[in-house]
């Protein structure tokens, strides 16, 4: 019983980490009807912050790392997606590739491929003992940080009138910018969110890693593009409820799956995931079918 609770609380910790980074597609996907597939990279922007201020005092690091990515997320709104909005879904998609592509070709010209060592809150890396479980800080960090993150983008989005333009914005485009909707201003914000959740995501990446590499956000990104897939794209919800059962799907398997079998753990954790958007293309905690992009 002592292993099972062990292993529940590793999967909501890894889940967490998916939820956050699954809400910066979401948030975006919601209003833009865009998959940003260069929101990885603003991990690795990120996580290169906090590897060069890793030497700073922790709140001027996690500062760095938290507010890189949200520069990094405006610039990439203002000079790649705004003068591509009203363009197809294929123009969009190709962008974000391309956007992600000169990220990481840019850090491989000026910083090499070589991983770099980050020692980045040691003291989270300690655990501590709660009714003979395992608990390491870091699993009680990413879970209290996911949990103030959900409750506050809640609170943001149900009772500012920025929240809810965007959800206007992300309901109905074009009646709430004939509404008076600044459509410019609710974006470049909904990526300036995004860019906060995804270097939250960086940091505590690179607090469990211990490194950090150009393709770093890579794998990151897929797994939370699965994830929220899994819940419904355009649903904040749904990205996080995704995340979570990814989490939990990803290490239950991992722990009592066969040795015999280890290497295809993965394999069978998507053919969960698969079996799962064949009984539910739209998404777990989708009710209608997606609406067109405007």
Do not use: C
């Amino acid at each position: 019983m002592h292993a099972f609770f062990q292993h529940l609380i590793d999967s909501i910790s890894l889940g967490s980490l998916y939820a956050v980074m699954g809400l910066s597609i979401a948030l975006v996907f919601g209003i833009m009807r865009l998959v940003n597939f260069a929101q990885g990279d603003l991990v690795m922007v990120g996580a290169y912050g906090s590897a060069f201020a890793t030497h700073a005092p922790w709140i001027l690091t996690l500062v760095i790392t938290l507010v890189v990515p949200v520069v990094f997320a405006l610039v990439i709104e203002r000079i790649a997606f705004r003068p591509v909005r009203g363009a197809s879904d294929s123009t969009l998609l190709v962008t974000s590739f391309a956007v992600s592509y000169l990220l990481q070709s840019l850090v491989l010209l000026f910083l090499t491929s070589t991983p770099r060592g980050v020692s980045l809150a040691p003291a989270l890396g300690h655990p501590f003992h709660v009714a003979g479980l395992l608990v390491p800080w870091l699993d009680v960090a990413t879970i209290g940080a996911t949990a103030f993150l959900l409750t506050t983008l809640t609170w943001f989005l149900a009772k500012t009138r920025t929240g809810v333009y965007m959800r206007a914005a992300a309901e109905d485009f074009t009646t709430a910018r004939l509404m008076g909707v600044r459509a410019n201003r609710i974006i470049a914000i909904a990526f300036a969110i995004s860019g906060l959740l995804t270097g939250v995501t960086a940091y505590l990446t690179v607090a469990q890693s211990g490194q950090v590499y150009p393709t770093m956000g890579v794998n990151l990104l897929l797994v939370a593009f699965v994830a929220t897939t899994i819940g419904g794209l355009g649903s904040l919800s749904g990205a996080v409820f995704g995340g979570y059962l990814l989490g939990i799907i990803t290490v239950f398997i991992g722990a009592y799956f066969p040795r015999s079998l280890s290497s295809f753990t993965q394999a069978f954790t998507y053919a969960i995931v698969i079996a799962i958007l064949v009984y539910r293309p739209q998404g777990l905690l989708t009710w209608r079918s997606p609406r067109t992009r405007v």
